[in-house]
């Protein structure tokens, strides 16, 4: 298995809701990433997990909660977003934090905030 | 901290013609170097990559890449692009941790 799989595909929700996007990889890589991507722009990095700890936070508003309950799953759990934080969520894995041999990306979320 | 240049933003080609899209990267360590391509609505795909080596890189659907350390430049080439090219290009630098994408390059190859 040579996929990250990230559920759903796609999400609408309100600004008062509490919804969670999902990713899970079977490759054995340890290091685990969130990036947002708007509309023709490059993805930007939101959190960095490696093996299973959080290692970096690019300075996310709170209401964007990561967790790795293990190695093979990655959650992303959104509450009171707004508008703009509608975009294409990206999970991306790699082998360890090094990040020598890129990242396998999922085909992401599509996120709208109404 | 390490940053990637992409200076075409758009290009349009026709069919058959040959494609170079420019890479810049600023980093201060060893550096690894990546291309990724998004096709429309679709998630990114990884193009080719370098470590070290042979610094003319080839990767999936023809693509290649030179890494001329004296310029900092890992451009991406392809000497006959087809419609299906169609796509974005993003180059990207591996920092600790994390990989730092370039703004991406829209290319348009019309029939």
């Known amino acids: 298995d040579t996929e990250v799989t990230q559920t759903p595909k796609h999400l609408v929700m309100g600004m008062t809701n509490k919804k969670s996007l999902k990713c899970e990889q079977h490759?054995?890589?340890?290091?685990m990433y969130w990036y947002k991507q708007k509309a023709k722009k490059p993805p930007e990095l939101m959190f960095v997990?490696?093996?299973?700890?959080?290692?970096i936070n690019e300075s996310v508003p709170s209401r964007f909660s990561p967790e790795c309950p293990n190695s093979s799953l990655l959650n992303l759990h959104l509450h009171a977003l707004q508008p703009e934080d509608s975009a294409l969520y990206l999970c991306?894995?790699?082998?360890?934090?090094?990040?020598?041999?890129?990242?396998?990306f999922g085909s992401g979320t599509r996120l709208t905030v109404v | 901290a390490q940053s990637v240049s992409q200076h075409n933003h758009h290009v349009i080609l026709s069919e058959a013609a040959s494609l170079e899209l420019g890479c810049n990267y600023s980093?201060?360590?060893?550096?690894?170097l990546f291309w990724y391509v998004q096709y429309p609505g679709q998630h990114l795909q990884l193009l080719l990559k370098?470590?070290?080596?042979?610094?003319l890189v080839k990767g999936i659907k023809g693509f290649e890449a030179e890494f001329i350390k004296s310029k900092f430049s890992f451009n991406l080439r392809k000497p006959s692009v087809q419609w299906s090219d169609t796509a974005e290009y993003f180059c990207?630098?591996?920092?600790?941790?994390?990989?730092?994408f370039g703004t991406g390059t829209r290319l348009l190859v019309s029939p």
């Open positions: 980093y201060g360590g060893t550096v690894n």
């Open positions: 991306a894995s790699s082998q360890d934090r090094t990040v020598e041999h890129g990242y396998t």
């Open positions: 370098y470590f070290s080596g042979d610094p």
């Open positions: 997990y490696s093996y299973e700890k959080l290692s």
């Open positions: 990207a630098v591996s920092g600790f941790q994390k990989l730092v």
């Open positions: 490759m054995g890589h340890r290091a």
